[in-house]
């Protein structure tokens, strides 16, 4: 036997409790009394149940006709609360929010078309053409995706490598000559050199430049000022951190798997420098600790100023100054004497004059010579070790 459906008539619904719902039962089986719910006095009609198909299952109950309901109109009682609020309102209620809604409309408009304006400028490098736009699509992809991918490639930290072997590929190897800045940048009666450090680099690095030009700062023969270029300027377009004319500029970045910790790159006119750019390589120096990221950050500020090494050999004796190779860069952290001489014999002597300070027999058949300028052979001899 099919299972009936109970459906309340008109005359039902008048505070009176829904009568049960029967069943047939198998024979010899012991029924079931009915369950039945008691309506509480003057609480309305009781609900009535689904109606049935006719195969046991429920039937899908439908909005009736003419009701005006919607799906996700909150059905009829909010929408016709929603048309008495409207009526209620005062035709200068309407006006005011029509107009602001055509405010809003124009407001999210210009947002829209200033969005679009940017993007197609400083992303898509604002193309004229249709395959001018498809390359500059392409381009903004290919950098995003090589600025994720770079972001994830760096080392977790230097343990177990050997720091020394990274002076390999150093492009100040073999260089043992003070390059000076051109004339200009030198007041030898008044500070010596004077210049401009950009700082380009991220939050992260801060500390290790504020400590390293602290410590160059106690040469006196330097007078050193930082200006800032935020990093996302200093990378925008085609700049990638590059040099300014007269300024030594340092930043840091992504550089990748290159060999090389730190760089430093002058630019020289007629033997002279005319700008300088130290660039700090995240690949190796994202994750090390402090004492790698400082011997660094001295190093190639020392090289911006012109100076070479002052020993080229990473294993044997520390000298105790930045300039100096070293597999322990803990012990190399700050400028020495040494440097400091340097600076003076060439920037603030009147008359500088070059000679050769050291000349040593390399055991690859090279030679290495020590060239300085100087105007005190014996302060400069004593702190050589001459």
Request: glycine share 10%; hydrophobic share 35%.
């Amino acid at each position: 036997m099919a299972n009936q459906g109970y459906e309340l008539t008109a005359a039902q619904t008048m505070n009176k409790a829904r009568p049960p719902a029967t069943r047939s039962v198998p024979p010899g089986t012991k029924a079931r009394p009915p369950a039945t719910r008691a309506v509480p006095p003057g609480n309305g009609a009781a609900r009535p149940p689904s109606r049935t198909n006719g195969s046991g299952n429920s039937a899908v109950r439908k909005a009736p006709a003419g009701t005006g309901a919607k799906k996700g109109s909150g059905g009829p009682k909010q929408t016709a609360k929603k048309r008495a609020m409207q009526r209620a309102m005062t035709p200068e209620q309407r006006a005011a929010r029509k107009k602001q809604s055509i405010i809003g409309g124009i407001t999210t408009g210009i947002i829209l078309i200033g969005c679009g304006a940017a993007i197609w400028y400083f992303a898509l490098g604002a193309p004229t053409t249709v395959e001018g736009l498809k390359d500059g699509l392409g381009t903004a992809v290919n950098n995003t995706k090589t600025k994720i991918d770079s972001i994830g490639d760096v080392l977790d930290n230097l343990d177990g490598i050997d720091w020394g072997g990274f002076f390999k590929d150093d492009p100040w190897e073999g260089n043992t000559t003070v390059t000076l800045w051109n004339e200009k940048y030198i007041k030898r009666n008044d500070g010596g050199l004077t210049l401009t450090l950009v700082n380009s680099l991220t939050a992260e690095w801060q500390k290790e430049f504020e400590v390293a030009v602290a410590d160059w700062s106690e040469s006196d023969a330097l007078t050193l000022s930082v200006e800032i270029l935020p990093v996302e300027e200093a990378w925008s377009n085609e700049k990638k951190c590059a040099r300014q004319g007269g300024k030594q500029v340092v930043c840091n970045g992504f550089f990748g798997e290159t060999g090389w910790v730190g760089i430093n790159e002058n630019e020289v006119s007629n033997n002279r420098i005319i700008s300088s750019v130290a660039k700090m390589n995240e690949f190796y120096l994202r994750n090390a600790n402090f004492y790698h990221r400082r011997f660094t950050m001295c190093h190639e500020l020392g090289h911006g100023f012109g100076l070479p090494h002052t020993d080229e050999n990473p294993y044997n004796r520390n000298q105790g100054n930045c300039l100096d190779y070293t597999d322990d860069p803990e012990e190399n952290l700050l400028p020495g004497e040494v440097n400091f001489i340097a600076l003076k014999e060439v920037y603030l002597a009147q008359e500088p004059t070059r000679r050769l300070l050291r000349r040593v027999d390399n055991n690859d058949g090279t030679v290495t010579e020590t060239i300085g300028w100087l105007i005190n052979e014996d302060k400069f001899a004593e702190a050589w070790g001459l």
